[in-house]
């Protein structure tokens, strides 16, 4: 293994793994992951080449501004790439894909657009378009640009025909969302290994390549129409509301053998089963290439080789319909296995923690408390990461309170126990050995609970307008601040 010289030199070259478990006797099934990426999908590959093939062609300016419509994987692969090689990034995105992608995008960097869902892929192109003229940015134009299936052509298919020899593979399985994919590896292929035959795999409630309707074009090589055949489907990534430029070349140049229509049931059910069978996680459309995949597999002839490309991992599909029987709470069958041992369950009270003694608070620590109370409107007496604490301070947050938070178990504090110190005298100053405990205005509240009730009942209110601060009502039930598990039972 040689040293990387950046995460990019990581993207591509991604494994070719066999499946053991759920493919039919005497076919030979493999499927090459995508989620091997840096960043879990497919489309790191193309924002790599469509921003290196910018910077030299020269329309991409050091520090200048990125934007492009994505359906969540280009933008985490544009997101990766510019923040690596340090260019902002703009992403528009229909609001109907998943916030995962979103939360992921912004927390590499990016600043993220929603489009209306109802305005479909068509709408969330149009807007990256708008904001490229508007405000002078490079747009990355992913359905359009020659770099998307060159790579593909380049990398993907080389890395195929590595692993099976030329004419080694019989089928190469794919669905398309710009086509890179499909149309990159099948130039390839078509040249190095013609035997090989390519399919191309469709939600089975909208086939647009299968439909044999010409989708139009305007000047700009943009699809000019929503597709006729073009229905919602739960595949984020494939087929969206036209058909690209690039998946349009593949077809019209007779790269594609074969179309295979794939219902959402069964895209799920093959996605949880790589999972659960095969040890791979993967998302929807991965699901999907794989059913079409057995598909082919069914009536091959035995020794057959196919390939199914997986796209992309399954962790950004945690809020989706991929996810919907997957339960948060135990099941009745876990619950039985909790009870099945004497202690540490749910359905039984554990012992009360022993009373804290404690050693006497020293002068001291009982006049700093005293002081701070005095001279700070918000005090709150805290643990640096307890989740009550946590969650009193995102309430006062959420609220515009300013407060200060005095972190008991913090680096600062820990030089002679003053953390311990201080802790011993706020339990003789408010009676109560828990933390944290808060003061408004030089009253003590009590600990989250009592800030809680007091937020819920109007009395915080009072007593910060009588200490002349002003609040704002974020929430109707602060206990909301608190994580789940910690909600009163
Ligand atoms: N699956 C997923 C999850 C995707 O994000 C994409 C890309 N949008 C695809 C499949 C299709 O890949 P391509 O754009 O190369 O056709």
Redo the contacts with the bound molecule.
């Keep these: 293994m040689a040293l990387k010289n950046s995460i990019l030199d990581t993207i591509g070259n991604t494994p070719i793994v066999r499946i053991n478990n759920i493919a039919p006797d005497g076919v030979e099934m493999f499927v090459k992951l995508e989620s091997a990426n840096p960043g879990g999908?497919?489309?790191d590959r193309?924002a790599k080449a469509i921003i290196e093939a910018a910077e030299k062609d020269g329309s991409l300016r050091p520090g200048q501004t990125v934007v492009e419509a994505t359906?969540?994987?280009?933008g985490i692969g544009l997101a990766v790439v510019c923040a690596q090689k340090g260019y902002p990034l703009v992403v528009t995105m229909a609001e109907s894909f998943s916030v995962e992608r979103r939360k992921m995008m912004r927390f590499l960097g990016a600043k993220v657009v929603l489009t209306p869902a109802s305005e479909k892929g068509t709408g969330m192109v149009k807007k990256a378009k708008e904001l490229a003229e508007t405000h002078g940015w490079f747009l990355a134009r992913q359905f359009e640009n020659p770099a998307n299936a060159d790579t593909?052509a380049e990398t993907t298919a080389r890395e195929i025909i590595e692993d099976f020899g030329p004419d080694g593979l019989d089928y190469f399985v794919s669905?398309?969302?710009?086509?890179?994919?499909?149309s990159g590896v099948s130039r390839t292929l078509r040249a190095d290994s013609p035997a090989t035959r390519i399919i191309a795999a469709e939600p089975d409630n909208a086939q647009l390549l299968a439909s044999g309707h010409v989708q139009a074009f305007a000047s700009d090589g943009s699809a000019a129409e929503t597709h006729p055949g073009f229905r919602p489907h739960p595949k984020?990534?494939?087929s969206p509301d036209f058909i690209s430029q690039i998946?349009n070349e593949a077809m019209n140049e007779g790269r594609i053998d074969a179309f295979l229509g794939v219902s959402g049931d069964d895209a799920m059910r093959h996605s949880r089963e790589l999972a659960q069978k095969e040890g791979i996680f993967v998302?929807i459309?991965a699901g999907a290439t794989f059913a079409a995949a057995l598909e082919i597999a069914k009536t091959a002839p035995n020794g057959t080789k196919i390939l199914a490309m997986l796209?992309?991992t399954g962790e950004r599909y945690l809020s989706t319909p991929l996810f919907a029987d997957i339960p948060e709470e135990m099941t009745d069958a876990e619950m039985e296995l909790s009870k099945s041992t004497a202690d540490v369950r749910f359905d039984i009270a554990t012992a009360p923690a022993p009373a804290a003694t404690g050693a006497k608070a020293e002068a001291w620590a009982l006049q700093d408390v005293h002081n701070t109370v005095a001279a700070t409107p918000v005090v709150l007496y805290a643990l640096e990461w307890c989740e009550f604490c946590w969650s009193v301070r995102r309430m006062f947050q959420d609220a515009g309170i300013d407060y200060l938070s005095v972190d008991l178990d913090s680096a600062a504090y820990r030089e002679n126990d003053q953390g311990g110190q201080i802790r011993a005298a706020l339990r003789e100053i408010t009676g109560s050995p828990t933390i944290p405990q808060i003061f408004v205005g030089g009253r003590h509240i009590g600990g989250a609970t009592e800030t809680f009730d007091a937020y819920n009942s109007g009395k915080l209110h009072e007593m910060l307008d009588q200490a002349s601060i002003q609040m704002m009502v974020a929430s109707e039930n602060a206990y909301g601040y608190l994580p789940k598990w910690l909600h009163p039972r």
Excluded at 71 to 74: A, F, I, L, P, Q
Excluded at 175 to 182: E, K, L
């Design positions: 999908s497919v489309k193309l359906s969540g994987n280009t593909h669905g398309f969302g710009t086509g890179g994919t499909i984020q990534g494939w998946a998302g459309t796209p992309d």
